[in-house]
């Protein structure tokens, strides 16, 4: 027999009744029951009953092991008693009674529990992440995790594409984050950057002639982290195509994408066919470039009702004096809720750092429908009728309302509308919504730095190309830019390429870039540009993301091994460290950390 194990902790049926065989794993859970020990026994692929009574030679060692050792059992194997299987374990009809036991690994007091799945601190969590990978729900994620990544592999083979392996060390790129930089020491004073993203490597492989490339590839930016962004490093799919226009790109990876969530859905629906919405439109019906669809709310927009002449409520007119909006968000149902309901809503906002949340409330009063509540009063009973029909709400309904510059109003109702979804329970959480976001601006204004700079991928195609670029004002441009939303999460982003080294100048110049800087920094893909670059595209989809949504985690730090924490420290492995003074010397380095 095997020095360690016969078979498995998951693998023992009720075939294998009467065997003698050997178990190896670690104690999950030890009763005692009247004197006769249970210890379940676990391994990766499971879990096993074992029983030690006190005619056993292995009595003496069970009744001294604890939770989380490591022990070899030797046992037959024999049908549980009537009335004790457990219908919830592949192996619940069996037990092990066991005749021998041996220590192979003793443990401690555990600094935190692995059965069960209580909350625990993270920080503990993380320092001993080891032991957190033990228990059961983060383990489960890890390995769906793998599942996933072997998913997109072969579905991304079977569209013919080709997996290439492009360098870690390489220069700094414009992906919109900070660099790692890695100093030099065979060339003192300059340093490598870890990639953003495989961005210059990915196109001059189709500069090469590779018609279909794609890898998991490893990410590096130096952002902060929140819960659906890890700290320093992240995976993604990359790929890039050769001869396609963006519906070619989009018809390509629609279905390796929804046949990944087809696959691992847990009998959640999944999108058909994604709907395709321009970023304008979305900015409006949705007040994010992210919608969840699952939440069935629309915004609509009243700045023309509110600026009728009729209607007296100075705070919105004022608003739309000043070049504002007022957007308009349904709450159907909501008629009926009492009046906590309205000034938490209220409160919610002003925590936004919004004045309010504006609302009427809906009501018929001889087959008419009428308005109540603060802003009522001040909007005649034409204007509400139109303000209902723009927004689908009518008696029994209430209408909320969000004011100001358009970019913080949109912002404000789509915040407002995924609360009252929540709110009122509209969303539909047994589905997963995913859509195309296209036509993204080119540019953006920079207010921090006074210019213009680009909203998304610089090497992106603006649409009109050079014509554009020369006769439209920078600020309307659009590109050809598409991200791909799921349930309120973006988990693709992608574009058709410049290819035409006179357009990606122009571009960057109007960037604040020069014609030399284009040829310093990109100097690979702008020389490529030169000798037949063919027209290409691409995107990247997070691994990290897609797995959180299938996992139904909240937090990226659920479905990755050994994640940092919100201080983006290793609490494990101790990183970031200091580096000894041998190291500096021989990078040539000298430190100027900040006085504390």
Same mark, same amino acid.
């Given at each position: ?13 009720p ?9 190896s ?6 009763? &005692? @029951? ?8 676990r ?5 096993t ?11 003496? #060692? ?7 050792? !490591?022990?070899?059992? &030797?046992?037959? !194997? ?28 003793p ?31 983060? @383990? ?7 599942? !996933? ?29 900070? =660099? ?40 590096f930016? &130096? ?31 629609? %279905? ?15 999108? /058909? ?18 919608p969840?669809?699952?939440? %069935? #709310? ?11 002449e ?7 007119? +004022?608003v ?28 919610w906002?002003? *925590? ?17 429908? !009428? ?54 329970d ?19 204004? $920079? ?8 909203a998304? +991928?610089?090497? *992106? ?17 659009k590109?050809?830019q598409? $991200?791909l ?10 574009g ?5 080294? &006179? ?38 989809? /997070? ?26 420290? =290793? ?5 970031p ?20």
């Open positions: 027999m095997h020095r360690y194990r016969s078979h498995t902790c998951g693998a023992l049926r075939s294998d009744i009467g065997q003698s065989v050997r178990l794993g670690w104690c999950h859970r030890i009763r &005692d @029951h009247g004197g006769v020990l249970f210890i379940d026994l391994d990766h692929y499971g879990l009953q074992c029983v030690v009574d006190p005619d056993s030679a292995a009595f003496r #060692l069970a009744n001294e092991v604890r939770s989380e050792w !490591v022990v070899r059992i &030797d046992g037959k !194997v024999r049908q549980r008693p009537e009335g004790t299987a457990n219908a919830e374990l592949p192996t619940g009809q069996i037990e092990l009674y066991v005749t021998e036991l041996e220590v192979l690994g443990a401690g007091d555990l600094p935190l529990p692995v059965f069960g799945e209580q909350e625990y601190p993270e920080d503990i969590r993380l320092r001993y992440r080891f032991l957190d990978l033990r228990r059961e729900k983060l @383990h489960a994620n890890i390995m769906r995790r793998t599942q !996933v990544v072997s998913s997109l592999r072969r579905r991304m083979g079977e569209a013919g594409f080709f997996e290439f392996q492009t360098p870690i060390l390489t220069a700094s790129s414009p992906e919109g984050a900070r =660099d790692f930089l890695v100093p030099s020491r065979l060339h003192p004073g300059k340093f490598y950057a870890l990639p953003q993203a495989p961005q210059q490597y990915k196109q001059l492989l189709m500069m090469s002639g590779f018609d279909r490339y794609f890898q998991i590839a490893p990410c930016r &130096d952002e902060d982290p929140r819960a659906d962004r890890f700290y320093g490093e992240f995976y993604q799919l990359d790929l890039e195509m050769s001869f396609v226009t963006q519906d070619d790109v989009l018809g390509a990876m629609e %279905p390796v994408l929804r046949g990944v969530f087809e696959e691992f859905a847990d009998g959640k629906r999944v999108t /058909g066919e994604f709907p395709r919405i321009p970023y304008a439109e979305s900015m409006l019906k949705y007040g994010s470039d992210k969840d669809l699952r939440n %069935p #709310l629309l915004i609509a927009d009243v700045t023309e009702e509110f600026s009728d009729s209607v007296t409520f100075n705070a919105f007119k +004022n739309i004096k000043v070049g504002g909006v007022v957007r308009a968000i349904p709450g159907p149902g909501a008629g009926a809720q009492p009046r906590s309901f309205f000034d938490k809503l209220n409160d906002a002003r *925590s936004e750092g919004a004045a309010g949340l504006g609302y009427i409330i809906l009501a018929d009063e001889n087959e008419k429908v !009428v308005g109540r509540g603060p802003i009522a009063k001040f909007v005649p009973e034409d204007v509400l009728a139109r303000i209902c029909l723009r927004a689908g709400v009518g008696a029994g309904d209430a209408v909320f309302f969000a004011a100001g510059e358009e970019a913080k109003a949109a912002s404000l109702a789509g915040k407002a509308r995924l609360r009252i979804g929540e709110e009122l509209l969303v539909d959480r047994e589905q997963f919504a995913l859509a195309w976001i296209t036509d993204f601006p080119f540019y953006e204004w $920079d207010d921090e730095n006074k210019k213009v700079d680009f998304h +991928n610089p090497f *992106s195609m603006p649409q009109g190309g050079m014509d554009a670029l020369q006769t439209q004002e920078p600020l309307t441009l590109a050809f598409y $991200d939303v799921c349930n309120g999460y973006e988990i693709a982003s992608g058709i390429r410049n290819q035409l080294p &006179d357009v990606m100048v122009k571009a960057f110049e109007i960037a604040g870039y020069t014609r030399q800087d284009v040829e310093d920094r990109f100097g690979g893909l702008y020389r490529a540009f030169h000798y037949g670059a063919p027209p290409h595209g691409g995107m990247a989809a /997070g691994v990290d993301r897609i797995v959180m949504l299938v996992c139904g985690a909240k937090n990226l730090r659920e479905v990755a091994l050994f994640p940092m924490n919100q201080q983006a420290e =290793d609490l494990l492995m101790g990183a460290s200091e580096p000894s003074a041998k190291q500096l010397r021989e990078l040539h380095i000298r430190l100027n950390p900040p006085q504390k």
